[in-house]
Structure formats: structure tokens, C-alpha cells
């Protein structure tokens, strides 16, 4: 079955790096995706990776990916104010065109 | 401008009232969701839609409804066998079923319903 898990919480001070980390348990994901939820909001595509890379780098964020423990991280450099948000992994499985969602990591950065 | 819209942004309801909450797109997608988000327990499915005038349940379909009619439009329907509608309701739509796309879900701002 499918399953994706994130550590609820992460507090960095402004100017340092966030890496946010998830694990998923369905060895078929085709595509991994983080998106981001600010306040009161719906969310935004961040960034993705095919399930064939392990690493994709675009601006400030750096996705890692480690099929072998399923394990997928986002990691955001110079992390600023505007970063503070709730991040979600998903995991899409096949052609399957829904995917399933983590719990959420709320990020939260200090001055 | 496309994109996917949602209504109202706050909804009250009381206890045994059916309740519907509005979504539309005009991004031309296939597919179409409904997920419930409740504080530390991220996303869950509600109902997707891959295609007009079908749809599937999904990981808490029970005590809500919806229908798609209309490519454009997915309205769900809280009804009163739903035990804890408070929540905030997110739809979001996607290309649909093509391999190899990346089909990014594009998400509405979200109404958030409260039970009185």
C-alpha cells in the first residue's frame, strides 16, 4: 500500500539551510513532487523528480532522492522569511493520475 | 487567466444540513480532486474524477457525494451522515491519465466549512 511520512516540524534561522525529509513505502512511485501550502492557501508545485534521478537542482532547492530506502528530501538554501510555510511530499504510483500526500512538514524560520 | 477556483472560502453549516462546495477550472484538465485537510494529518482524498461523468472514491469517501457533469466543474456534497465535516476542503485538478507527463495537481485557495 502506499504510505508517505514527514516530520511535523522544522525551525531554521533565516540565512541557513532547511532540508526537509519524507519516506514513502510504494517501490513503484513514478514521479515524487514537493509543494507548498502558505497560510490560509491552497498549494503550490514546488518542484519534482522522476523516480530514474536521484538528484534535482533547481535555484535555491535541491531535491535528493534515494530509491533504494525510498527516501526523498527538499532542501532549501539561504532559507528566508518567506520560505515559512507547511512543505508536502507526494508520490504518484504508475499512470495513476492521483497521488497521495504526506502529512506535512510546517517550516518555520526565525530572524 | 486559468486556473481553478473554489467558493465560498468560508462556509457554516449546522448539524444535519447537506452542504455543497463549489470547483471550477478552465485549465482544460481531465482530472479532478477533492481532498480534506485536517491539522497534522496532511491531505486525504475525498473523490477524483479522471473523466466527465466518472468518478472514483478515494481514501474518506464516506458521507460526501459529488457528481461531473460538466469537464469544468466538481462539486462536492458534504451530507449529514459525514460524523466531522469541520475542515478545510482543497480541489485541485491535473492533465489526467497520460504516462510520462508529470501531471502537476493545480490546487484552488480551499474553502473551509465549520459545523455549528
Known amino acids: 500500500g502506499e504510505d508517505v511520512e514527514q516530520s511535523l516540524f522544522l525551525s531554521v534561522r533565516e540565512g541557513d539551510s532547511s532540508v526537509i525529509n519524507c519516506t514513502y513505502t510504494d517501490s513503484s512511485s513514478t514521479y ?3 509543494y507548498k501550502q502558505e497560510p490560509g492557501a491552497g498549494l503550490q508545485l514546488l518542484t519534482y523528480i522522476f523516480s530514474n534521478m536521484d538528484m534535482k537542482q533547481d535555484q535555491r532547492l535541491t531535491v535528493l532522492l534515494n530509491k533504494k530506502d525510498k527516501h526523498l528530501s527538499l532542501r532549501i538554501a539561504d532559507t528566508q522569511t518567506g520560505d515559512s510555510a507547511i512543505y508536502f511530499c507526494a508520490e504518484r504510483t504508475g499512470t495513476a493520475s492521483k497521488l497521495t ?3 506535512g512538514t510546517r517550516l518555520q524560520v526565525t530572524l | 487567466d486559468g486556473g481553478i477556483t473554489q467558493s465560498p472560502k468560508y462556509l457554516f453549516r449546522k448539524e444535519g444540513q447537506n452542504v455543497t462546495l463549489s470547483c471550477e477550472q478552465n485549465l482544460n484538465h481531465d482530472a479532478m480532486y477533492w481532498y480534506r485537510q485536517d491539522p497534522g494529518q496532511g491531505l486525504r482524498l475525498i473523490y477524483y474524477s479522471q473523466i466527465v461523468n466518472d468518478f472514483q472514491k478515494g481514501d474518506i469517501a464516506e458521507g460526501y457525494s459529488v457528481s461531473r457533469e460538466k469537464k469544468e466543474s466538481f462539486p462536492l456534497t ?3 451522515a459525514q460524523k466531522n465535516p469541520t475542515a478545510f476542503y482543497l480541489c485541485a485538478s491535473s492533465i489526467g491519465l497520460l504516462a510520462g507527463v508529470v501531471n502537476e ?3 484552488g485557495p480551499g474553502t473551509r466549512l465549520t459545523v455549528l
Open chain 1, 32 to 34: 515524487l513532487y514537493w
Open chain 2, 105 to 107: 495537481q493545480f490546487f
Open chain 1, 101 to 103: 500526500f504526506g502529512t
Open chain 2, 78 to 80: 458534504v451530507t449529514s
